[in-house]
């Protein structure tokens, strides 16, 4: 297994991604309303995130508060759009450990060994978690380990972390980031339970960053959206 | 006093007599009556103080020949009590419900900034995301 010092120096494991060639990136004109809006919120998410206030945040963590929520297209979507501007070195770090591994959700399939860190465009990375989690299990977490995803994070100009939804030990890995996103999906995660969540990373001083409202469903069906 | 005049006496005694019975007669039918008027009132007051109804049928029913109201009536009143059961329920869903559903909610319940809110789409592929980065660097080498 490579450590992560000498991970990114190497270079980058080739990916094949069978969507790269065969998917075409929607034009204007056939993209939905949905998909504007979901690129314009990215947008806004990474402005607001990353470029705003004194305090500059370079490493980020995103969670979901309900189980399976779906992180994975969050965190390669603000990814992807930090690195779109050319100016930073951008790692997305799988930091999940219960979930599938980030690559087999995303469907990318790593040519040769997964251990190292894929070359998922310019400037961008991701980092799986065989790569830092070394001898530690999905139920405890050793301190070399926190030390790896630390250092990983710190190879970046900005690092888009990757958490499976909260728990304990999410917790306390998330204390690598300068803060957490929570992921809520809308009409489904309780308020209850949100407010505690948000009291249990206040007890672990765990800064919250912000929230991402997903899956949120409007009245107005597309079709009668793009008619009016 | 002559013959004449005892039957003359006799003949108007007669009169008297016959007025008289017919008073008794008068008479007796009333209080018959007022007896069966008051039985009756006593008994309705018992009837009353047991809390017994009573009733008498006056005319037995007769099935109208028309409805009392047009179907367009009923049409019009199922559709207004439609109309409030639907709206009442819709109330009482957002009322019920303990779910997050906007991000003015989320902002409130968590006062925490909400950076996003992202509609439910169906989730694109990878490779068209990261090909905007490629495209972009042949755009902007």
Known sequence: MNTLAGLLNEPPVAIESPELDAVREPSDATASPADWVHEEQIQGLVQQLFFQGES????????G??????????????????AEGGAYDVGLIDAGLQSVPLHSQLEIEPD???DGALALGPRLWLVPRSNWLGGSTTQRIWDPSL??????TMEFDHSVVAFDSLSWVTARISQIC?????????NKTRRLAAVQVREQLKRARVPVLGVVLAERHFPVPERLYRSL | MTLRN???????????????????????????????????????????????????????????????????????????????????AGFAGEYF????RTPEEARNVLEVPVLAWLPASPKPATGAVLLRIHRRREVIP
């Open chain 1, 147 to 152: 030390s790896r995803l630390r250092a990983a």
């Open chain 1, 112 to 114: 040769g060994d997964v």
């Open chain 2, 97 to 100: 419900d303990s779910t997050i």
């Open chain 1, 56 to 63: 500059r945040v370079r490493h980020v963590g995103f969670t």
């Open chain 2, 6 to 88: 005892v039957a003359q006496q006799m003949q108007s005694d007669s009169v008297a007599q016959q007025n008289l019975l017919r008073s008794t007669k008068a008479s007796e039918e009333d209080y018959l009556l007022y007896r069966r008027k008051r039985e009756e009132a006593r008994i309705g007051d018992a009837l009353d103080e047991r809390h017994i109804l009573n009733v008498v049928v006056v005319e037995p029913p007769v099935a109208p020949a028309l409805p009392v109201h047009p179907l367009t009536f009923w049409f019009v009143v199922g559709l207004g009590l439609a109309t409030t059961a639907g709206i009442t």
């Open chain 1, 65 to 82: 508060v309900e189980a399976g929520a779906d992180t994975a297209q969050l965190c390669l979507n603000v990814a992807t759009t930090l």
């Open chain 1, 178 to 186: 300068d803060g957490l996103v929570l992921v809520l999906t809308a």
